[in-house]
């Protein structure tokens, strides 16, 4: 039996991908599973980010299905134009970058609605040194305390994202 190939590419499902990975991560932890638990939770902060980037604070899809914000850009050589850089959306990629896209964004919107929900999460970078290749190491390098600070900021962002769609302050629909 066959699969079948999807037609067109889904566009991602960033909410739904992080409560997926949070759940995982959860149940990886329960059986002591430091490598996965870790790298899961990781994950699921990612996606977690890339949702409220995306729903509550302005970040959109770009022509590689890549979410991008004006508010996170950078000066780049422009192609084909020896010596001229052109200011361009930086995508929003992984962590630990990811997070300080995150903090970027939503200090610009303190004001009220999604921005000051979402200043409470960025004030420390729980990712700071984490990395993806992580699930690479032989565990001996992640501790109990950092799977669970993971862990937590992880429920965070899910958190903070469910209770901005409960608020209303959506960007889009």
Same mark, same amino acid.
């Given at each position: 039996?066959?699969?079948?190939?999807?037609? =067109?590419?889904?566009?991602? =499902?960033?909410?739904? +991908?992080?409560?997926?990975?949070?759940?995982? $991560? &959860?149940?990886?932890?329960? /059986?002591?599973?430091?490598?996965?638990?870790?790298?899961?939770?990781?994950? $699921?902060?990612?996606?977690?980010?890339?949702a409220?980037?995306?729903?509550?604070l302005?970040?959109?899809?770009?022509?590689?299905?890549?979410?991008?914000?004006?508010?996170?850009?950078?000066?780049?050589?422009?192609? %084909?134009?020896?010596?001229?850089?052109? *200011?361009?959306?930086?995508?929003?990629?992984?962590?630990? /970058?990811? *997070? /300080?896209?995150?903090? $970027?964004?939503?200090?610009?919107?303190?004001?009220?609605?999604?921005? =000051?929900?979402?200043?409470?999460?960025? *004030?420390?970078?729980?990712?700071?040194g *984490?990395? &993806?290749?992580?699930?690479?190491?032989?565990?001996? =390098?992640?501790?109990?305390?950092? &799977?669970?600070?993971?862990?937590?900021?992880?429920?965070?962002?899910?958190a903070?994202?469910?209770?901005?769609?409960?608020? %209303?302050?959506?960007?889009? +629909?």
């Amino acid at each position: 039996m066959t699969a079948s190939t999807p037609s =067109a590419t889904q566009p991602p =499902a960033f909410a739904t +991908a992080s409560r997926n990975h949070y759940r995982a $991560a &959860v149940l990886a932890a329960k /059986e002591n599973l430091r490598i996965s638990a870790d790298h899961l939770a990781g994950l $699921a902060a990612e996606c977690g980010i890339k949702a409220i980037l995306a729903d509550f604070l302005g970040s959109q899809l770009n022509t590689r299905n890549r979410l991008v914000n004006d508010e996170v850009a950078t000066w780049v050589k422009k192609k %084909g134009a020896p010596g001229v850089r052109e *200011w361009r959306p930086q995508e929003h990629g992984h962590l630990p /970058e990811l *997070w /300080e896209h995150l903090t $970027a964004v939503a200090h610009r919107r303190r004001g009220g609605g999604a921005g =000051a929900l979402f200043t409470q999460l960025i *004030w420390k970078n729980p990712f700071a040194g *984490w990395n &993806v290749a992580g699930r690479y190491c032989d565990g001996t =390098a992640i501790t109990d305390a950092e &799977v669970d600070r993971h862990l937590k900021a992880a429920y965070d962002l899910i958190a903070a994202h469910e209770q901005a769609g409960i608020l %209303g302050t959506r960007t889009h +629909a």
